[in-house]
């Protein structure tokens, strides 16, 4: 075993702390990681937070990982000491099911194994995540990070940019297809970019005009102001899809107006009850479908990844240090980051 530094909050209503734990010693199908960058996802608040449910504590969040390996199991083939490498939202799940013979880990039956707050498969230890100096993980689980990828800026796209990436590639998002993105935040600027990159036509859906020239920026082709019921009138059976990132509840009916018969509008930011209540009229008489999708597959991962680095797409970050996360988490509550935090893990190995 191992002893580890790291933050972690200790119950749902304490600011995050300097926390020390131990890793498990290296089994032989396992990678240990010196972790150099890890993104701040919202998730992680919640988590810390409980707003989901009771969480396990202590909980040490992070599930956007990249480092370096620093040793290997005796049974590990695909990286070897000094590869650069990434871990994302999984660190682990059953791996018979159909859903995991199918590269589908994210939806596995007998539920995959997050990489904190949850129970190691084989002794039933704890798993803590990122905000750590290292990690050990199965070698399954691990990421190939490019060359071409910007290590320091890479950590988002294991979880915002998969998040993102997996529904354009399951629904089949192709060039001249027209998408809307909803919200602009981490996971809506990644939409906006890959979408692009897939050769979509893209619209961002916003409910402030202080954002068109933001939204512009980011690629888009077109801005709608969502709280201008002209402008929506306007956009009325025009899309194929929409890609819908809003974190919080919202009425999802006029959203629905704007796309075509048999168009397809996707959740993945929403994991909360629908208020207000959708009305089937909208999903009926146009045979449109509303769906939802959990980040994506180990091998879906490593596939957004080489796509990034292959169209030069990257996360908009800000780089802080781990003493400041508490004050970071304060930030993303406001909206007052764009568009992602990602720690430099040397501020938490040089404290």
């Not at 119950?11 to 199908?29: G, Y």
């Not at 994991?271 to 009305?279: W, Y």
């Not at 508490?326 to 501020?347: H, L, P």
């Amino acid at each position: 075993m191992s002893q580890a530094k790291s933050y972690a909050a200790l119950s749902a209503t304490t600011p995050l702390a300097p926390f020390s734990f131990e890793r498990r010693s290296l089994r032989e199908d396992d990678v240990n990681i010196d972790i150099l960058y890890c993104g701040v996802c919202h998730s992680d608040i919640h988590t810390a937070e409980s707003d989901w449910g009771p969480s396990n504590y202590p909980i040490v969040p992070g599930h956007e990982i990249v480092g370096k390996v620093t040793e290997i199991g005796s049974k590990v083939s695909k990286y070897k000491v000094g590869d650069v490498v990434g871990v994302g939202c999984m660190v682990d799940s059953c791996q018979h099911c159909s859903h995991c013979s199918a590269d589908l880990e994210q939806y596995c039956d007998n539920n995959p194994v997050g990489t904190y707050g949850a129970h190691d498969l084989i002794d039933g230890t704890l798993t803590y995540g990122g905000y750590s100096d290292h990690i050990v993980v199965r070698e399954k689980f691990v990421l190939s990070i490019p060359e071409a990828l910007d290590a320091s800026k890479a950590a988002p796209l294991l979880c915002a940019g998969v998040t993102t990436f997996s529904p354009l590639r399951h629904y089949g998002v192709k060039a001249g297809d027209k998408i809307g993105i909803l919200g602009m935040g981490g996971l809506g600027h990644m939409g906006v970019k890959l979408a692009k990159a897939l050769g979509a036509e893209v619209t961002i859906f916003t409910r402030s005009e202080n954002k068109i020239a933001e939204a512009k920026k980011q690629g888009a082709d077109h801005v709608v102001v969502s709280t201008d019921d002209t402008q929506m009138q306007a956009v009325a059976m025009n899309f194929d899809f929409l890609l819908d990132t809003i974190p919080v509840q919202h009425d999802l009916n006029p959203y629905l107006n704007c796309l075509k018969v048999d168009g397809v509008h996707i959740l993945v930011g929403l994991i909360e009850p629908m208020d207000p209540t959708v009305h089937a009229a909208n999903l009926v008489l146009k045979r449109r479908i509303l769906t939802g999708s959990l980040i994506g597959g180990i091998a879906e991962t490593q596939e957004v990844l080489d796509f990034c680095a292959e169209h030069n797409i990257e996360c908009d970050a800000e780089m802080i240090n781990i003493q400041d996360i508490n004050e970071a988490y304060k930030r993303m509550k406001k909206g007052d980051v764009k568009y992602r935090f990602i720690i430099d893990m040397k501020s938490l190995k040089n404290s």
